[in-house]
């Protein structure tokens, strides 16, 4: 949707660093299924939301985790 972010996509993607972030599941694969089942009933009823939901694919090891900065080591 240009010009917003309020496309389609944009939502996956805000759940996606939701997942990641706020809701504790810092592996890739995880927050990637977090995000998909946050906007199932929207994928449900709107095609467009369908089909960024099943174009959405996780190349590469699931289980990969995000590493946090270590608050411990100097900047």
């Given at each position: 949707?240009?010009?917003?972010?309020?496309?389609?996509?944009?939502?996956?993607?805000?759940?996606?660093?939701?997942?990641?972030?706020?809701?504790?599941?810092?592996?890739?694969?995880?927050?990637?299924?977090?995000?998909?089942?946050?906007?199932?009933?929207?994928?449900?009823?709107?095609?467009?939301?369908?089909?960024?939901?099943?174009?959405?694919?996780?190349?590469?090891?699931?289980?990969?985790?995000v590493k946090l900065?270590?608050?411990?080591?100097?900047?």
């Amino acid at each position: 949707m240009p010009g917003s972010t309020n496309g389609a996509s944009q939502y996956y993607d805000r759940d996606f660093f939701r997942g990641l972030f706020q809701e504790a599941h810092p592996e890739l694969g995880r927050a990637l299924t977090f995000s998909r089942l946050a906007n199932l009933n929207a994928a449900m009823t709107d095609d467009v939301m369908r089909w960024c939901y099943m174009e959405m694919i996780l190349f590469g090891d699931p289980s990969i985790g995000v590493k946090l900065p270590d608050p411990d080591l100097p900047c």
